[in-house]
């Protein structure tokens, strides 16, 4: 076991197992035998967690803290369409109603999540990672369009990277990350031929909770890739 590794008996929690990344990753750490609790979250669960009932995230969090401490977090929840609202592709498809949603699933939920679960972490190993997505790099724009996902995850990204600064503070050893999972077959990435050219789920969740466990609090605040490639912010 190296030294970054995540002990053995690790709790595990997956926020959004309902989802394609989500639920496979949550399978992967179920069948782990050094796991020796994973939970799963979703607004179907019990407790229930939902982005749009601020007060589910306090008191999912509140519900699950006898079960921890937790060495393993991971925020899977995320939004790109919905409805058949599509990304919008320039600027006169912009609108409060699509922003706001946008940034709820992807944005406000998860800064609560680290809000209210980053106290849930073991204080001497843990990894909390939030999935965003290389397309939230604003440094690595260079297509444009997709305005409400890209601006959401970077702000996204802004929080994980504001937040880590706080926690070396508290929790030293807590890794906090943004973790990019690459394009995954999945209902998310359907309509833009993600059943063609994105990767199984399984494979996409065992990549990245490999690159997860590989991570030690020098790593804290880093923006990162499913094969543990370091992203440009």
Same mark, same amino acid.
């Given at each position: 076991?190296?030294?970054?590794?995540?002990?053995?008996?690790?709790?595990? $929690?997956?926020?959004?197992?309902?989802?394609?990344? !989500?639920?496979?990753?949550?399978?992967?750490?179920? %069948?782990?035998? +050094?796991? /020796?609790?994973?939970? /799963? $979250?979703?607004?179907?669960?019990?407790?229930?967690?939902?982005?749009?009932?601020? *007060?589910?995230?306090?008191?999912? *969090? %509140?519900?699950?803290?006898?079960?921890?401490?937790?060495?393993?977090?991971?925020?899977? &929840?995320? @939004?790109?369409?919905?409805?058949?609202?599509? =990304?919008?592709?320039?600027?006169?498809?912009?609108?409060?109603?699509?922003?706001?949603?946008?940034?709820?699933?992807?944005?406000? /939920?998860?800064?609560?999540? $680290?809000?209210?679960?980053?106290?849930?972490?073991? +204080?001497?190993? &843990?990894?909390?990672?939030?999935l965003s997505a290389?397309v939230g790099s604003i440094g690595d724009?260079?297509?444009?369009?997709? #305005?409400? #996902?890209?601006?959401?995850?970077?702000?996204?990204?802004?929080?994980?990277?504001?937040?880590?600064?706080?926690?070396?503070?508290?929790?030293?050893?807590?890794?906090?990350?943004?973790?990019? =999972?690459?394009?995954?077959?999945? !209902?998310?990435? +359907?309509?833009?031929?993600?059943?063609?050219?994105?990767?199984?789920?399984?494979?996409? *969740?065992?990549?990245?909770?490999?690159?997860?466990?590989? $991570?030690?609090?020098?790593?804290?605040?880093?923006?990162? %890739?499913?094969?543990?490639?370091? @992203?440009?912010?």
């Open positions: 076991m190296s030294p970054a590794s995540l002990p053995d008996g690790y709790r595990a $929690l997956v926020i959004g197992a309902s989802g394609a990344i !989500g639920a496979a990753m949550l399978q992967h750490l179920g %069948a782990d035998g +050094r796991c /020796g609790l994973a939970l /799963g $979250l979703h607004r179907q669960s019990r407790p229930a967690i939902n982005f749009d009932d601020e *007060a589910s995230i306090a008191l999912a *969090a %509140a519900a699950l803290a006898p079960q921890g401490p937790f060495h393993l977090i991971v925020n899977a &929840a995320g @939004l790109l369409h919905r409805d058949g609202v599509m =990304p919008e592709k320039k600027l006169g498809d912009l609108g409060y109603a699509q922003l706001e949603a946008t940034f709820r699933a992807n944005t406000f /939920g998860p800064a609560l999540v $680290l809000r209210h679960f980053s106290p849930l972490l073991d +204080r001497q190993r &843990a990894v909390l990672a939030l290389k724009n260079r297509l444009g369009g997709w #305005y409400g #996902y890209r601006a959401s995850k970077a702000a996204l990204n802004m929080l994980v990277k504001t937040a880590a600064i706080e926690l070396r503070r508290t929790q030293p050893q807590a890794v906090l990350v943004a973790l990019h =999972p690459g394009t995954v077959a999945s !209902g998310l990435s +359907r309509p833009f031929k993600g059943d063609q050219i994105g990767r199984a789920p399984d494979l996409a *969740a065992a990549q990245m909770l490999q690159v997860l466990e590989r $991570l030690g609090p020098a790593d804290s605040g880093t923006f990162v %890739a499913y094969d543990g490639q370091r @992203l440009p912010w």
